[in-house]
């Protein structure tokens, strides 16, 4: 069975401060992929970044980069240049195959408020 | 481009009464996914499906069925509503690319029961 842990309820950040966001995970699976999502107050989920398993570099989007270290099991999610609009709840998640989102674990998620 | 739409947004149900969750994408997507959110709990799957014919269990299923007659809709049926179905759910689709996985949520339906 797989299982995502997601260890602070919430965070308070400065604007323009950079972030990280926790996740640690745990699967027997050899091959995996894992996800970050955003959840903004008006409630639609929204896809921020992917990594594969098998992915030898770390994933990046614009200002979302997931920090990838494989032999601790952790997958975090870094927000560079924080903003308001960052404010959010953020979900982490991981799949059993290397592609595809068809069945995906969620943690319980972490509650960002950006300082201004 | 719709991307993964989802109706009603809102529903109120007595116990004991079914309905159906629509859900419909126009992405063409091959996997589509039924998850609820619940407070403190994160999003658990309900049922998923690889392709049109072809439906499987996620981790809480009791009580919800799943059709896949096309590629486009995946509707998610209540057979007896209880006040335990009371919670916010979402359809997901995705596909698999090159690049790895794209992956999309509808707009979520938000379901009472009393």
């Known amino acids: 069975a797989q299982k995502i842990t997601q260890t602070q309820p919430g965070m308070f950040v400065q604007e323009k401060e950079a972030v990280t966001l926790d996740c640690t995970y745990d699967t027997s699976d050899p091959s995996y992929g894992l996800f970050w999502y955003k959840q903004p107050s008006s409630g639609e989920m929204i896809f921020l970044i992917y990594?594969?398993?098998?992915?030898?570099q770390n994933a990046t989007e614009g200002r979302y980069s997931l920090n990838f270290q494989k032999a601790r099991k952790s997958a975090n999610l870094v927000i560079s240049a924080s903003q308001l609009g960052d404010s959010a709840m953020y979900f982490c998640a991981m799949s059993s195959t290397n592609f595809g989102n068809e069945k995906l674990t969620f943690g319980t998620g972490t509650r960002l408020t950006i300082i201004p | 481009n719709a991307g993964v739409t989802q109706t009603p947004k809102f529903q109120v149900l007595k116990t004991g009464q079914s309905m159906t969750l629509q859900c419909a994408q126009d992405?063409?997507?091959?996997?589509m996914s039924w998850y609820r959110q619940d407070p403190g709990m994160g999003l658990r799957l309900i049922h998923y499906s690889v392709g049109a014919g072809i439906t499987d269990q996620g981790e809480v299923p009791n009580g919800y069925n799943v059709s896949r007659s096309t590629t486009e809709d995946f509707p998610l049926r209540l057979l007896s509503a209880a006040p335990s179905q009371t919670s916010v759910y979402f359809c997901?689709?995705?596909?698999?690319?090159?690049?790895?996985?794209?992956?999309?949520f509808g707009q979520g339906t938000r379901l009472t029961v009393v």
């Open positions: 997901a689709s995705s596909y698999r690319g090159q690049g790895g996985p794209e992956a999309f």
């Open positions: 990594q594969g398993s098998y992915d030898q």
């Open positions: 992405m063409n997507h091959e996997y």
